[in-house]
């Protein structure tokens, strides 16, 4: 393995990045609309071995106080090399003095954790998306079930919950 790490977007096989993405599960959007996805994100990280992508990561920001990482994506025969660490160790470098969260897959909660990472108990998502990725999403355990509640809010009156659809 000859990996080296890109923080630039000059220069970009998109098609690459489209497809490490696809491998990963993370996203099936083609090459060209990676290519806007990633080029109006505040910080990127491009891994290469020699000459290929196989491995990617973004953040958005407002390059201040906020910003959330998304797409963080690596070959799985790169997996466990330290080479995802180093991944995010550049991401958090670029976004240094701001409020990071990022949006995971359930089997990775542990790891975002040694980073430091702490689950959040209000965050809150909303998707609208294709019926069948979120069905996926459910099945893998993106999510809490609707309405569900911490022990610390049973009886708060204001954690009554209505579904609103």
């Known amino acids: 393995m000859n990996i080296t790490y890109k923080l630039d977007k000059d220069q970009i096989n998109w098609q690459e990045v489209a497809d ?3 491998r990963s599960q993370l996203s099936h959007l083609p090459a060209d609309q990676q290519e806007i996805v990633f080029r ?3 910080a990127v990280v491009f891994v290469y071995d020699d000459e290929r992508i196989v491995g990617v990561a973004r953040a958005l920001s407002d390059g201040i106080c906020q910003a959330a990482i998304y ?3 690596l070959d799985e025969e790169y997996q466990g090399h330290g080479i995802g660490r180093r ?3 550049l991401l958090l470098e670029q976004l240094k003095g701001q409020n990071v969260i990022l949006y995971t897959h359930p089997q990775t909660v542990a790891m975002y ?3 430091g990472f702490r689950r959040n108990k209000t965050a809150m998502c909303y998707f609208d998306m294709e019926k069948e990725h979120f069905d996926w999403m459910e099945q893998e355990g993106f ?3 609707e309405g569900y509640r911490f022990v ?3 009886d708060r009156p204001d954690m009554e919950w209505t579904r609103t659809k």
Do not use: G
């Open 20 to 22: 490490v993405l696809d």
């Open 71 to 73: 797409n963080v994506a």
């Open 113 to 115: 954790e040694k980073f």
């Open 143 to 145: 999510f809490l079930p």
């Open 152 to 154: 610390d809010e049973y």
């Open 40 to 42: 109006n994100s505040y």
């Open 87 to 89: 991944m995010i160790e």
